[in-house]
C-alpha cells in the first residue's frame, strides 16, 4: 500500500520500535495503538526498520496491521548492541521521521515515545513553526537514566543542555504521561521544573497512567500444561525466569550472581530469556553446558509468550538502584498476567518494591544482597503454597488495577 490509499489519519504516533520488533517498548506500544484504533482513533505510526534481531528481514514501508497504518522511515539499521550502532540508528530515525512530519503531517496531533529519548524534540519544533499540538509519553527519562548509570558525566554540559531542552518542549506539550509517582517527580526535576513558577502548570498537564499487560494474550497457565515446561523438562525445577530486554539499566550483575550461588543439585533453575547490552554477562558467567542450572536463549515470539511464562515459579524485574525516577518496568506486569510471583531486584523503598509488598505478589531482593537473595529464595522455594497464592493475588491484582483496556481508556482521554 502507499500513501495515495491511506486515509488521512487524526493521530500519529512517532517511535522508533513498533510492530513487528519483540523488544518491550515495540511490543508495549503496539499493543496500545492496535487499543487505540479498536476505539475509533484512525493512527499512523512512523517507525524505523526492526533491528534488534541480528539478520531481521525488512518489512514494507507501508503496511496495515490490525487498523493501525504503519510508515517505515528510512534509517541505518546497525547492530544496536553496539553503542554506536544504535546511536547511528536513533539519529538518522530521528531526522527522516523528522522529514516525514514535516512534509505529510502538518495538522495531525502527534503523539511521541522517549525512542529515541531526543524525540519530542521534534514536537516542540513543529509547534514553534506551525502551533502543532503534541503529547509526550515518558518511558525512560533522560539524560538523568544515563547519569544514573555513569553513561553521562552528572550535571555536565551535554546533561545540562539536554534538561534545557526538556524544560521547552515540557512547557508546550499538551500532555505528558508517566508511569509511576515516583516518575512524575523525576520528569519534573529532570526538566528542570521542581521549585519554579511553571511547576504547577507542568504537574497539572502530566497524568500517571500505569504500564499495562494485555490480559487477553498473556493469562494465567499451570506450570505443567506449558509445552515449553516439557520441552526444556523443568517441571520438577523451581524456576526463576528473566524475560525480556537485558539492557544498561537493569540489575543483571546481581541475578547473574544470585544464579551462580546455586548449584546445579539443588533444583533452582535461572532462565535469562531475551537479548540486549548485558546479555553477554550470562555467557561470560556461565560458558558452554556446564551449568545445567542456567538456560539462556533469545526472545520469544509473542505467539508462545504465554507458554514460556508459564514455564516460571517467580519471574524477575531488576532495576538498578535511581531507575526508579527514570522508568517503571513494563515486566512485572507481564510476569503479573501470566500469574506468577515477582522476584524484584531493586531498591528496598522503591515504588516497585512497595508494590509487590503492598499486594503480596512476590519478594524483593535489595541489589547486590546476593547471600540474602539466596537465602530468600531457598525460603521461597520451600513454599510452593505460598508462591502459589503470590502469583494468584499478582493476577487478580493486575485486572483490577493494570489491564491494557484500562490504560487505552486513560490515553484516550488525553487524546480526544
Not at 346 to 363: K, N, Q, T, V, Y
Request: hydrophobic share 45%; aromatic share 8%.
Amino acid at each position: 500500500m502507499d500513501s495515495r490509499t491511506t486515509p488521512p489519519p487524526d493521530l500519529v504516533v512517532v517511535c522508533q520500535l513498533f510492530h513487528p520488533e519483540l523488544v518491550s517498548t515495540g511490543q508495549t506500544l503496539t499493543e496500545l495503538v492496535e487499543e487505540l484504533s479498536g476505539l475509533g482513533r484512525r493512527i499512523t505510526v512512523i517507525a524505523s526498520q526492526p533491528t534488534v534481531m541480528p539478520g531481521a528481514p525488512r518489512v514494507p514501508a507501508w503496511i496495515e496491521h490490525r487498523g493501525v497504518t504503519i510508515r517505515r522511515t528510512w534509517s541505518t539499521r546497525l547492530p544496536k548492541k553496539r553503542f554506536w550502532g544504535k546511536l547511528i540508528n536513533q539519529a538518522t530515525y530521528f531526522i527522516s521521521a523528522t522529514w516525514t512530519v514535516l512534509t505529510q503531517y502538518r495538522t495531525q496531533p502527534l503523539l511521541l515515545l522517549t525512542n529515541p529519548p531526543y524525540l519530542p524534540l521534534l514536537g516542540w519544533m513543529f509547534n514553534v513553526l506551525r502551533r502543532q499540538p503534541f503529547h509526550v509519553v515518558l518511558f525512560d527519562i533522560m539524560p538523568e537514566q544515563a547519569e544514573s548509570i555513569g553513561f553521562l558525566k552528572p550535571g555536565g554540559w551535554i546533561a545540562r543542555i539536554w534538561r534545557r531542552f526538556n524544560r521547552l518542549w515540557y512547557l508546550r506539550a499538551s500532555s505528558a504521561v508517566v508511569l509511576s509517582r515516583d516518575m512524575l517527580e523525576g520528569a519534573l526535576k529532570n526538566a528542570n521544573l521542581a521549585g519554579t513558577p511553571d511547576e504547577a502548570a507542568a504537574r497539572a498537564k502530566t497524568r500517571i497512567i500505569h504500564v499495562w499487560a494485555d490480559d487477553r494474550l498473556i493469562t494465567p497457565l499451570a506450570k505443567e500444561a506449558s509445552p515449553e515446561t516439557v520441552r526444556l523438562g523443568v517441571a520438577d525445577k523451581f524456576v526463576i525466569q528473566y524475560s525480556g530486554n537485558h539492557g544498561r539499566f537493569h540489575d543483571i550483575e546481581t541475578l547473574v550472581g544470585l544464579a551462580a550461588a546455586f548449584g546445579p543439585d539443588e533444583g533452582v533453575v535461572f532462565q535469562f530469556i531475551g537479548e540486549g547490552q548485558k546479555k553477554r554477562l550470562v555467557s561470560q558467567r556461565f560458558p558452554g553446558t556446564a551449568h545445567p542450572q542456567v538456560y539462556e536463549s533469545s526472545y520469544v515470539s509473542k505467539e508462545i509468550l504465554r507458554e514460556s511464562l508459564a514455564m516460571a515459579d517467580m519471574g524477575v524485574v531488576a532495576q538498578l538502584p535511581g531507575q526508579e525516577f527514570v522508568c517503571f518496568p513494563s515486566k512485572l506486569l507481564g510476569v503479573m498476567a501470566a500469574g506468577r510471583a515477582t522476584l524484584a531486584v531493586c531498591p528496598p523503598d522503591c515504588e516497585l518494591a512497595r508494590m509487590i509488598r503492598d499486594f503480596d505478589i512476590g519478594i524483593v531482593v535489595p541489589n547486590g544482597d546476593i547471600s540474602g537473595g539466596q537465602r530468600a529464595l531457598r525460603e521461597i522455594a520451600a513454599q510452593p503454597d505460598r508462591v502459589r497464592q503470590m502469583g494468584e493475588n499478582a493476577a487478580r491484582v493486575l485486572r483490577e488495577r493494570f489491564t491494557l483496556a484500562q490504560a487505552a481508556r486513560g490515553y484516550f482521554e488525553i487524546l480526544k
